[in-house]
């Protein structure tokens, strides 16, 4: 999966913040939370969500070119499965350009809609 000197050390996927989830649960949210790293199911899910949309161009072009789509819309997949996923979903799996992944895994939250239908999607709980 990852480009070694920029794997992601704690978070993964189209992910999440671990931060932003902590914070969810120390204000009593109902939402549940999940542990990214141990799941990964968003960024195995569609071959269409991983997409550029309002990074800069300097941010893309941090991101080593074998992980890049052909048509330069977004991550390269394999299936539905981003190329810079690693790991085994639901078990352990990391993000291979963590620093620079796209903003569209920047915004996907643990516990919001996008998240639940992943981990349904990979048979993950989802409350
Ligand atoms: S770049 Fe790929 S592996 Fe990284 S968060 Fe986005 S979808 Fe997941
Ligand atoms: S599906 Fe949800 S819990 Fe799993 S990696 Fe994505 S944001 Fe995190």
Request: proline share 7%.
């Amino acid at each position: 999966m990852p480009q070694d000197t920029d794997r992601n050390p704690a978070e993964p996927g189209l992910f999440a913040l671990a931060a932003a989830a902590s914070l969810s649960s120390s204000q009593h949210s109902t939402a549940p939370v999940f542990d990214c790293q141990s799941c990964g199911a968003c960024c195995s899910y569609s071959a269409e969500w991983p997409r550029f949309s309002t990074e800069e161009d300097a941010q893309l072009d941090r991101i080593p070119e074998k992980y890049v789509a052909a048509n330069l819309s977004g991550m390269r997949c394999e299936g539905v499965r981003c190329s810079a996923l690693s790991g085994e979903i639901g078990k352990s799996t990391a993000c291979g350009i963590y620093e620079v992944r796209p903003d569209v895994c920047r915004a996907c939250m643990p516990g919001d809609d996008d998240c639940l239908m992943a981990r349904r999607a990979h048979g993950l709980p989802t409350s």
